[in-house]
Structures are given as C-alpha cells and as structure tokens.
C-alpha cells in the first residue's frame, strides 16, 4: 500500500505560478514511476506528467510542455510539479498517482494503482 497526499493547490491569476507536492508513505517510494493527473468539471481525468523512479526521464502532456515540470525527491519520498505562466483552461483537481511499471512513463489511468486525493487549482483570467 502506498498512501498519497498532494498539497500546494490555489487560486491565481493567469500568467502566476503554483508549485504542487505529494508526500508518499508506505512502500519504498523509488519502487514507483509517479504521475501527475487533473479533472475539469464535467471532464474525463487526463494525463499531465509523469517522471520515472530515478527522477531522470519525464514526459509532459503537449498542453503543459514548456510550462510545468514535474521533479521528484526519493529521499523525502515526494513528488513536484511546478507549474509556471498558468491558464484558465488549467483549472483542475489535480491528482498524484503511482505506477509499478518502472520507467515505462505511462501516460493511463490503468498504469496507476494508488492515487491521492487531489488538491483545487483555479486559474481566473
């Protein structure tokens, strides 16, 4: 078991910056890749970001590229998106999930076995 809690989550203006973290605990946090995910209302759950165990390789939805980074800390068993010149259309929960399929980057839900509880961003134009 592996339990997920994000944080870091708000309200800003367009063109601000927001910097999300979740804090794992329970199974060796490096035995994960770690994703990022978010829901609009009335929207399907989508992929962001994810970054492989060692923190080395990262894959970004094309939307995000450029604007957010996605880094991880295995000695504090956390995960990071930082989220820079934000828009209205990323106004979202955003969830922190973790995958055991080591360094395939999956992009799915289904790749995901734990997930957090999501935290609020809201971007106002």
């Known amino acids: 078991q592996v339990q997920l809690v994000e944080s870091g989550g708000g309200s800003v203006q367009a063109g601000g910056s927001l910097r999300l973290s979740c804090a794992a605990s329970?199974?060796?946090?490096?035995?994960?890749?770690m994703g990022w995910f978010r829901q609009a209302p009335g929207q399907e759950r989508e992929f962001v970001a994810v970054?492989?165990?060692?923190?080395?390789?990262?894959r970004y939805t094309d939307s995000v590229k450029g604007r957010f980074t996605i880094s991880r800390d295995n000695a504090e068993s956390t995960v990071y998106l930082q989220m820079n010149t934000l828009k209205p259309e990323d106004t979202a929960v955003y969830y922190c999930?973790?995958?055991?399929?080591?360094?395939?980057?999956?992009?799915?839900?289904?790749?995901?076995?734990?997930w957090g509880q999501g935290t609020q961003v809201t971007v106002s134009s």
């Open positions: 970054v492989d165990w060692t923190g080395g390789d990262m």
């Open positions: 329970g199974r060796t946090f490096s035995s994960y890749d």
């Open positions: 999930a973790a995958s055991p399929m080591r360094l395939a980057l999956s992009t799915i839900r289904a790749a995901y076995d734990y």
